[in-house]
């Protein structure tokens, strides 16, 4: 009576608009080992067009029902072990349709240690809290008379292991709790409040202070705003329902009062309504308020998550500034300011440490120094990076600028999040052993203004630093999203195969650690490819692998001119029959859109591929290896505006957008601290996403409307009506973005708040 998979399809369909056709056959490809790059590009006959947001979606949801289906088997089996399994029951678990669901039914037959009423019905009471439930009309204590033995001395001991027999079956009634948990989803509030003492030393927290709003309406990043205050030490966490009640029963009372048909004329009814009381302060409340507290944590994990993973996709695909001889600048102040010049390939060509600043105040000789590097490898761009020292880096720069004769290099902010890690990091110590970990940082600053995806996507997503709260959520999950965006980022773009470096062919569709370290080594020991078929002389890169990742690899100028195109080999046929009817050379008309559209794709469908693919390819021959991301442009940070100190409001100021949370941008505007333009300062109307304004990389005009210089918070605003900042109350601990929201955490013992706050440590606890 288990569900089948033609139910899974069903479910899944309905949830990504698809039909259980669809889904069924997105579901054969993954299992046989498909991409779901692979999928969306060159399987779209077979799924019906699913794109790869369905089917990300579809991949996740499917794992989720399987896992249920698992469960839900194992409790089958558990309780039919146990002689219990009756057809009702059966029924029940085979109709739930969550994990929690199958959880609350189970509950009764869980295994579990002795507990009170298990005693109390080994000691024969299990009748006497039968009878006094089935008829309230005689006083219990009457009726615990006839059940004294030598273990049950007294009437209180014997109501005493009633009301634990009774109070038990409550914690365990599947129905009752899911309509108790129900009413505290629409009820409840979240409540904050500061722990006695810690008002100063948790300042960034005073939002929260005293604060309470309702628990199904919290945002995610004030949630957890507030549980990363709990597991600072700084503020008390807990959940409250029906606070405000006055009569004699709170309606969370009532509903069990009602379950068991409880009333209030009756003798035993006084009597029950003080263990449905009893039960509901000492168990009921405390288990369900961690249930939603649980629930909070992973709405607000998924929303972090979704805005990281949103960022890190605008991030990737940001604009590459191209190939051009590019020099990186790490600023530092004490330490010094590391210089690496790479060539318009990524090849680093030089290296070098200056000392402008304190203690050595070489400002003449690191400008002489920098101008050499320009003029002996003829520089075009200058990133520097955005962390400690940068604008005073960038002042110093423009000031050697000035002195240069025309054409000059540009020079661009760049961010520098992330390259720490890379520059300690396997991958890097690799790529130059001999050099020294300082200096890798500024080959990974020009770099990546060269190419974003190309260089980023050799660190750990999670360390680029565009999320809000990372540390703070399912690590798991969030490698899991964030290594998907990188797969369709890197896919989406295509990789050049006789370029690339093994951490950017890793991310390829098909490929992975050993199979792209097997590429770069093939390619070092024979040299170029000349075309993708060979790829097949790859030691242990087979035909299947082949499949996946061949159409996102690119070959210019090689032996084949489709291989410079995303058209897979296994559509060549189709392609050269689209050449052929034009009675042209491939080349020649490449690139020949009003040829190309003189076609009706319908005359090339064959009985493999369909009209979907035919579209594709003449796509693709109109404008072969198009690049996705957009134009390269820089923004222009305002001269002597280089501190927190130095803004006032009302300024114009030009910015590059860092990050985007569900509340609203932040905005680099030149002084170290990212300014906040809230979702109701971006637009003069009504803005419901973040993004549909907005994204990483965009270079705005904006207007200072608060400065904080003691809490470091810039507000900032786009709108031109000249509206107030009315963003304050949304903002999380801090409002600069990833930097210093990403810093990791320690886990602190958690504050003593009673039975509440000991519980409350497990279902916060980082993952």
Known sequence: MVMTAKPIAAIIASEIKATPAQVGAAVDLLDAGATVPFIARYRKEVTGGLDDTQLRTLSERLSYLRELEARRMSILDSIRGQGKLTDDLESRIVAATTKAELEDIYLPYKPKRRTKAEIARERGLEPLADAILADRSIAPAERAAAFLTADVPDVKAALDGARDIIAEGMTENADLLGRLRNHMREAAFLRAKVVDGKQEAGAKFSDYFDHSERWATVPGHRALAMMRGWNEEILSVDIVVDEEATSPLRPVERMIAAAYNVGTQLPGDKWLLDIIGWTWRVKLSLSLSLDLMRELRERAEEEAIRVFARNLKDLLLAAPAGSRATMGLDPGIRTGVKVAVVDGTGKLLDTTTVYPFPPKDDIRGTQAEIGSLIRKHKVELIAIGNGTGSRETEKLVADMLAQLPAPKPTKVIVSEAGASVYSASETAAAEFPSLDVSLRGAVSIA???????????????????????????????????????????????????????????????????????????????????????????????????????????????????????????????????????????????????????????RAFVDERFGLPTVR??????????????????????????????????????????????????????GVHQDGLVHVSQLADRFIKDVH????????????????DVARKRIGLSMRKDGGADTGREARGPTSNGGRTQSTPLKKPQPPVQGAFGAALAEALKKK
Do not use: W
Request: charged content about 25%; hydrophobic content about 40%; overall charge negative.
């Open 447 to 601: 770099r990546r203004l060269q190419d974003p995806l190309a260089e980023l996507v050799k660190i750990e997503p999670k360390s680029i630093g565009v999320g809000q709260y990372q540390h703070d959520v399912d690590q798991s999950k969030l490698s899991r999203s964030l290594d998907a965006v990188v797969e369709d980022a890197v896919n989406a773009v295509g990789v050049d195969l006789n370029t690339a470096s093994a951490p950017l062919l890793a991310r390829v569709s098909g490929l992975g650690k050993s199979s792209a370290e097997a590429i770069v080594a093939h390619r070092d020991a024979i040299g170029p490819f000349s075309s993708r078929q060979e790829l097949l002389k790859v030691p242990r890169l087979g035909a299947r692998t082949f499949e996946q990742c061949a159409g996102f690899l690119r070959i210019a100028n090689g032996s084949e001119p489709l291989d410079a195109s995303s058209v897979h080999p296994e559509a060549y046929r189709i392609a050269k029959k689209i050449v052929a009817a034009c009675g042209r050379d491939v080349r020649s008309l490449m690139g020949d859109s009003a040829a190309l559209k003189t076609l009706d794709p």
């Open 692 to 707: 549909e304004v907005v994204k990483a990389g965009d270079v705005v005009q904006v207007r200072v409307t608060e400065v």
């Open 616 to 669: 594709d390819i003449l796509a693709e021959l109109e404008k072969p290896g198009r690049d996705p991301r957009p134009s390269f442009k820089t923004a222009t940070f305002a001269e002597g505006v280089d501190d927190i100190k130095d803004l006032k409001v009302g300024m114009q100021l030009e910015g590059t957008v860092t990050n985007v949370a569900a509340f609203g941008a932040f905005v680099d505007i």
